[in-house]
């Protein structure tokens, strides 16, 4: 079970990116996948996720209304990011439990991980 996270990069407050997280060896059919972020110094956090069975999802209250989760196939999950700030620059990383009905904002909720991709938030 693999997962790579990408489409980081430098972009300026206010801008947008787009995240994705590719499973490779295996498909995300059974899996509800999370995103989580940490900056230098702070704790990693969780900012989204999103379910299989009905493709609920959950937001943290520090990206509502600007990000948005969505699964593509079950092969990508994408996470939108509008509006970026500063203080969104963080490493961003997602994961995998294998998990039908729910999701979770929790770490330890999760299996895999994938490595991360660097999201930065600068003029």
């Known amino acids: 079970v693999q997962l790579q996270a990408s489409g980081g990069g430098l972009v300026q407050p206010g801008g947008s990116l787009r995240l994705s997280c590719a499973a490779s060896g295996f498909t995300l059919d059974y899996y509800a996948i999370g995103w989580f972020r940490q900056a230098p110094g702070n704790e990693r956090e969780g900012i989204s996720c999103?379910?299989?069975?009905?493709?609920?999802t959950i937001y943290a209250e520090s990206v509502k209304g600007r990000f948005a989760i969505s699964r593509d196939n079950f092969k990508n999950t994408n996470l939108q990011m509008n509006s970026l700030k500063p203080e969104d620059t963080a490493v961003y990383y997602c994961a995998a439990s294998p998990s039908v009905d729910y999701c979770s904002l929790y770490s330890q909720w999760y299996d895999h991980w994938g490595q991360g991709t660097q999201v930065t938030v600068s003029s």
């Open positions: 999103i379910s299989v069975s009905d493709g609920s």
